[in-house]
């Protein structure tokens, strides 16, 4: 049976400040210079998701933008437009390069169907995945993943008749034909009960799945059960709704929600052992509650670290920040001078520890450390927030959606 977890058996965290957190820990705190920029678009376009390969010394970057279009860099010593996709008819909810080549890339768009680009052949379509299960009309997609060993594709839908369905497609068993039939392998839709907005296979696991959804659920799957209701190994009670999650390199869970709160999760607890909900976050930047937001997670591989990117729209500018997120402490650890918009998306390049922003301007910002600024101090700043989740009571059939 899954994991549900239940808020009872752990008490809520008091508020005060953490007595056993970082206070011996040195923190890096550096200066983030802008290195390579280009605007997508000067008609209002924004630059809504992004997505990167992680290979050196040359890699590439693909921002979606709200037009439906996908514009494919190449990035090295200079920043350059390698392609440009026009190919989708919808509003795109996700793009990823192939875990195992920068030549191959997956869209995702609402009207239900993800295309698959070669771009080596200009970006012909090899392939297009959808659901043929329901005599032509196709869910509506809000989100996506590729499994780490690039075998699975899971799509999560919106709310559609009841239901809200994580759809699979076993790459290998799709023939590379647009025109493809039945090329669904199957799916869940006992487990949300609203909009699937997230959806993240584990690092290093390929059959591990984490989803978040409006409903406020966390789900963790295993997706080698043979039943939906033996799939779900954990399912995480937010409170809130699930803007995105993700997989932190210790095996535990971040999500941010749609009122900008940031949650971290061990899967087999109760509730997060660290919550930060917006307002906490403005004070410790100094900022006004209603300008700030959270763009998402990041490990910073230089250290042991993760950091939170977050932003602020005010009268003093287009503020943008690292902070570190540990043990229940908050430190900055990257200033970001120089940025201009509202930040919708961000990836990392782990190598060479770039960082790249998209937003609102429809600009592209690679941003780089600046050595020269690193300064090392200790952690003096401190916060601690409240915790209290109870989780929904739900049941599962034993038999999951299948096409």
């Not at 970006?123 to 299960?133: M, R, T």
């Not at 749609?258 to 909900?277: G, M, R, V």
């Not at 602020?312 to 229940?328: A, F, M, P, Q, R």
Request: charged fraction near 25%; include cysteine; charge should be negative.
């Amino acid at each position: 049976m899954p994991k549900i977890v239940d808020s009872s058996r752990k008490k809520d965290i008091e508020n005060g400040v953490h007595e056993n957190g970082l206070d011996k820990s040195i923190v890096n705190r550096c200066e983030m210079i802008l290195s390579m920029e280009d605007v997508v678009s000067t008609d209002e376009t924004y630059i809504l998701e992004l997505c990167g390969t992680q290979n050196e010394p040359e890699f590439r970057v693909c921002a979606a933008l709200s037009d439906y279009s996908c514009i494919v860099y190449n990035v090295g010593e200079t920043l350059s437009k390698f392609i440009t996709l026009n190919h989708n008819s919808s509003p795109i909810v996700g793009v990823k390069f192939s875990p195992h080549s920068k030549n191959i890339l997956y869209t995702a768009t609402k009207y239900g169907f993800i295309t698959v680009c070669d771009l080596r052949a200009k970006g012909k379509i090899i392939a297009e995945l959808k659901d043929n299960s329901s005599e032509g009309k196709l869910k509506p997609l809000a989100s996506f993943d590729i499994s780490c060993d690039d075998r699975l594709v899971a799509a999560g839908t919106e709310h559609v008749g009841g239901d809200a369905f994580i759809l699979f497609w076993d790459i290998r068993y799709n023939n590379s034909k647009p025109d493809s039939k039945n090329n669904l392998l199957g799916g869940y839709w006992e487990s949300h009960m609203d909009d699937v907005t997230s959806l993240q296979f584990h690092s290093t696991k390929g059959d591990i799945l984490a989803s978040g959804s409006t409903d406020g659920l966390i789900n963790v799957f295993d997706l080698t059960q043979s039943s939906e209701d033996l799939a779900l190994n954990y399912s995480l009670n937010t409170e809130s709704s699930v803007d995105r999650v993700g997989w932190l390199e210790d095996g535990n869970i971040w999500c941010t929600t749609h009122t900008h709160s940031l949650q971290l999760w061990k899967c087999e607890d109760a509730s997060p052992f660290i919550k930060y909900n917006r307002n906490c976050i403005a004070h410790f930047l100094n900022e006004d509650q209603d300008n700030c937001y959270l763009v998402k997670m990041h490990k910073a591989e230089s250290s042991d670290f993760s950091f939170l990117l977050t932003g602020s729209n005010s009268i003093k500018g287009e503020n943008l920040t690292g902070v570190i997120v540990d043990k229940n402490e908050l430190e900055v650890c990257y200033d970001f001078n120089g940025n201009k918009q509202i930040v919708r998306d961000s990836w990392r390049h782990i190598k060479s520890e770039i960082l790249v922003t998209g937003g609102e301007s429809g600009i592209l910002n690679l941003w780089k450390p600046n050595e020269s600024s690193m300064i090392s101090r200790p952690i003096d700043r401190k916060l601690m927030t409240k915790s209290n989740s109870k989780v929904r009571d739900k049941q599962h059939r034993t038999k999951p959606y299948y096409c």
